[in-house]
């Protein structure tokens, strides 16, 4: 009993060490460990790059306009012909120059296939200043015109436009002289609210006119007259 109690008592003793070494040890590590923790606490979560936007920032990023359907499009012009030289029309400086500068309307209709693209026809007819040779000096312009816009996701888009025809100028609708024509632009496009278009485009337009003899026996020789154009238009799209 006594080396029992003895043996007891030694392995007491030991136990009731460790258990101090694990007591003091935790008391050194403790502060440590609690500091760690609130280290890790405080930094901030790496953000994941492959993360969704959040709801906020799909909010502030404006959606992708749809785009459109193909459709007929179709208007009416206010224009303003400047003629920036009439060419030999006018030569003969001794005599009033019967192609002056001017304004009218055209009217237009075309083909809208994609968001960028457009080609249609346009007939416009302007009264030029005859001084005084012509009662009522009138150009007619019959021409085929294509353009090409640039998409902005926005309700303005910039373009340029080209094309041909043909023009004739004379007294009162009749037609004196004519030729070929050709145009070519630039301007912009803005979608106003409700669906209208309205377009501004200032235009280049050399024309080549045959020679002709006016009411006043005017001999008037061939050649190009060049015109420098401003055009405001309203327009309408019917999706097909």
Not at 46 to 65: F, I, K, L
Not at 103 to 132: C, H, M, N
Not at 175 to 189: F, I, K, N, R, Y
Request: charged content about 20%.
């Amino acid at each position: 009993m006594g080396e029992a109690a003895h043996r007891g008592h030694r392995a007491g003793g030991v136990y009731a060490r460790r258990v101090g070494d694990i007591g003091s040890t935790l008391s050194l590590v403790g502060p440590y460990a609690a500091a760690a923790l609130v280290v890790c606490s405080a930094a901030p979560a790496r953000a994941d790059p492959a993360a969704p936007a959040t709801d906020s920032e799909s909010v502030a990023r404006p959606p992708r306009p749809p785009a459109r359907r193909a459709a007929i499009q179709y208007g009416v012009a206010i224009t303003v012909e400047d003629v920036a030289s009439p060419g030999p029309i006018c030569g003969d400086t001794a005599n009033p120059c019967i192609l002056g500068s001017g304004g009218g309307i055209a009217i237009r209709v075309g083909w809208r296939p994609t968001e960028d693209f457009y080609l249609g026809g346009t007939y416009e007819l302007s009264k030029q200043d005859p001084d005084k040779l012509y009662l009522l000096g009138t150009l007619q312009q019959a021409r085929v015109e294509v353009r090409h816009y640039f998409p902005t996701g926005r309700s303005i888009e910039p373009f340029v436009l080209g094309g041909a025809g043909i023009a004739g100028y004379g007294n009162e609708w009749s037609v004196d002289t004519w030729g070929p024509s050709a145009t070519l632009g630039v301007g912009v496009e803005l979608e106003l609210p409700g669906g209208p278009l309205l377009e501004t485009a200032i235009v280049y337009r050399p024309i080549y006119l045959r020679s002709f003899g006016d009411s006043s026996a005017l001999a008037h020789p061939a050649g190009v007259a060049q015109f420098v154009s401003l055009e405001v238009a309203f327009e309408a799209q019917e999706p097909l």
